[in-house]
């Protein structure tokens, strides 16, 4: 049986990918997906301790937080299929008017 | 064991012997077997469609390849085999190439969990008992409902991936149709677990052991019949057959998804489509009609009542497409949403109401 | 090689494709496949229920929106001269910000491994049933389940909402 820690260190590098991620690309949806990527980092960090301290809790809180994901990528994709109507680009950078 | 002299010495240098039992050769024979199984039995399902629809429509069917045309599907898959393999230069060769590979996947995966047969013995070639089922998992119906919900995938990218307005239209319409039907059939097969109470399809069948007043046997089709019912269709709805199969219809859009498809790219997704169909009516099978259970020899021959009854909900799958006229588009989509959906709500709290109120 | 290591590679090292990808249809099937390396993952840590969620609820339906999405929209690439030649991750500015991130990751790790000790191995338990799930699911927190119900209404009306085109008047 693989200790904790090593479940703890992948979740750790699977949320650092994801931040990296919503830093360092320039496309709408490739954000989003970096995002999805830490939110299962978090889930795998909740179910490695669930299990490690032997209740079911980590597995009802990732539950919720798969609910919450699903919703939160519904109205971001929709917010962004209406962004691109408007300036035709995925591109954050099309959206900084208000930058002085 | 009673291996040959060799052997053993062989495997104890390697370190096989503790895991080589009967069992486990049992077992990885009975993975073989259900392979070529659902090869063959959507070769035959060829046969039984073209020749039911024949008769259906009056006329003969195959009769020339082999006797009574039985050779048919091996005309077929030879002809398929021979065609020229064709690609769109502007399509996208890597997920062109993996579309049809992930239908045909996730429709043999399916079968996995699916069992077909009690505890058997092989006619006492191995000492305990091999569940005739490829892999016993106690969360099999959320397991087929997955690898279903995967299926939607080699159908998008198959029409993405060619690069054709026809092909796009029709593998967006389809992967549409077949998500919104998953959620009906989701909610049917919830109203079985809480009849069932368990979601291990092997404990369901054993529940439906047995019978009322002697002769009417115990099988959850009679205590659900609405969620069988709704079931079969979110079911045909699932493999895009009968009435739901606008989006790949010959007369409407070209083929649909499969439209730059030839050869044996098209035979994958034609043997997913048979091996959906095989499995879902396996999985109603069990869930809705007792499985192996059958009046006599269930224990050792419990697999040919399955396999008869199997037999029955195909035959009823090509008579419903012979049968009855296609849904347009958004009359499907309608159905789905605003006809099935909230009569599958419906019979899941109708049936907690009965589980509560009557306690089984 | 224990399945974990297996799985843990396929995880990684689909999730660095993920954002190294310049074709957003490739970044979502690569995350598709991450997340298949992680419901092997469930599986080990004895949760088949989340396991089976995570495919059906991440891999089946919120992948097949974002894919719906990307095919709808055509969406470009990041389309400027520039961005044609220099590949995404090497740009000064993200190839910094990510090699300060990669080097404090590193520095992180190997202080993590290298401390040893209280790495908390798992008690020996069993795999957890549905049915101990659902019995907490619908009495300690049922309040939490009614309120993500409503959560997912709020999100279907408002998604509609947005994506709706404007009618012309």
């Known amino acids: 049986m693989v200790p904790l820690s090593h479940y703890l260190l992948l979740s750790a590098m699977l949320f650092s990918i994801g931040t990296a991620g919503v830093f360092v690309r320039r496309n709408l949806i490739t954000i989003l997906l970096s995002i999805e990527i830490m939110l299962n980092a978090v889930n795998l960090t909740f179910v490695a301790f669930g299990r490690a301290l032997g209740s079911a809790d980590g597995q009802i809180i990732v539950f919720f937080v798969m609910t919450v994901a699903a919703a939160e990528a519904a109205v971001g994709l929709a917010i962004i299929i209406s962004l691109f109507r408007h300036r035709e680009s995925l591109n954050p950078e099309s959206w900084v008017s208000l930058k002085w | 064991m009673g291996w040959p002299a060799g052997v053993p010495n062989a495997a104890a240098a390697l370190g096989w012997h503790k895991k080589m039992t009967p069992l486990f050769i049992a077992q990885i024979g009975l993975t073989l077997f259900v392979f070529v199984m659902l090869l063959s039995s959507a070769a035959g399902m060829v046969y039984v469609e073209r020749k039911v629809a024949a008769f259906l429509q009056q006329r003969l069917g195959p009769y020339l390849v082999g006797p009574k045309g039985l050779l048919q599907p091996l005309a077929d898959v030879i002809k398929l085999m021979f065609k020229e393999e064709l690609r769109p ?70 029409g993405w991936s060619s690069n054709s307005k026809y092909s796009l239209l029709g593998g967006l319409r389809s992967s549409a149709q077949m998500i919104s039907y998953e959620l009906s059939y989701g909610l049917a097969l919830a109203s079985v677990l809480l009849v069932g109470n368990s979601l291990s399809l092997t404990d369901i069948v054993n529940r439906q052991a047995g019978a009322w007043l002697g002769f009417i046997p115990r099988w959850f089709v009679f205590v659900q019949p609405i969620g069988f019912l709704i079931y079969m269709t979110a079911g045909i709805a699932e493999t895009n057959r009968a009435p739901f199969d606008f989006p790949e219809a010959e007369q409407e859009l070209v083929a649909g998804y499969h439209t730059e498809y030839s050869s044996m790219s098209f035979a994958m997704f034609f043997l997913a489509e048979y091996v959906n169909m095989v499995t879902v009516s396996a999985v109603a099978t069990d869930l809705f009609l007792g499985g192996w259970q059958g009046p006599f020899l269930s224990e050792s021959f419990g697999w040919v009542w399955f396999l008869l009854k199997v037999a029955a909900i195909l035959f009823f799958y090509v008579w419903m497409r012979w049968t009855l006229p296609r849904y347009r588009y958004d009359q499907l989509m309608r159905f789905g949403w605003k006809i099935l959906l909230p009569l599958a709500v419906i019979n899941l709290l109708v049936t907690a109401a009965g589980v509560l109120y009557f306690g089984a | 090689m224990t399945p974990f290591y297996l799985f843990a590679a396929i995880a990684v090292g689909a999730s660095l494709l993920v954002i190294a990808q310049r074709n957003p249809v490739y970044s979502v099937l690569l995350l598709i496949a991450s997340f298949g390396a992680l419901s092997g993952l469930y599986v080990l840590l004895d949760a088949p229920f989340v396991a089976v969620i995570q495919i059906i609820v991440y891999a089946g339906a919120i992948m097949v929106l974002f894919l719906f999405v990307v095919m709808l929209l055509n969406a470009p690439h990041e389309d400027t001269e ?54 907490s699911l619908f009495t300690d927190y049922a309040f939490p389940f009614e309120v993500t119900s409503i959560l997912i209404l709020v999100a279907m009306v408002g998604a509609v909402l947005l994506a709706r085109r404007e009618e012309p008047r």
Request: charge should be neutral; charged fraction near 10%; proline fraction near 5%.
């Open chain 2, 89 to 158: 230069r502007a399509a996208d060769a890597f997920l062109f190439a993996l579309a049809p590979v992930i239908s045909a996947t996730c429709a043999f995966a399916a079968f996995a969990v699916v069992p077909f047969g009690g505890d058997t013995t092989l006619l006492g070639l191995i000492p305990e008992g091999l569940r005739l089922q490829v892999a016993d998992v106690n969360v099999a119906i959320l397991v087929v409902f997955a690898i279903a919900s995967m299926s939607v995938y080699g159908i998008v990218l198959a």
């Open chain 3, 82 to 135: 520039y961005d044609e030649r220099v590949h995404p991750l090497l740009r000064p500015g993200p190839m910094r910000f990510g090699a300060g991130l990669a080097a404090a990751l590193a520095v992180e790790l190997w202080w993590a491994l290298g401390r040893g000790g209280e790495s908390g191995s798992f008690a020996g338990g069993s795999v957890t049933s549905v049915a101990a799930i659902g019995r």
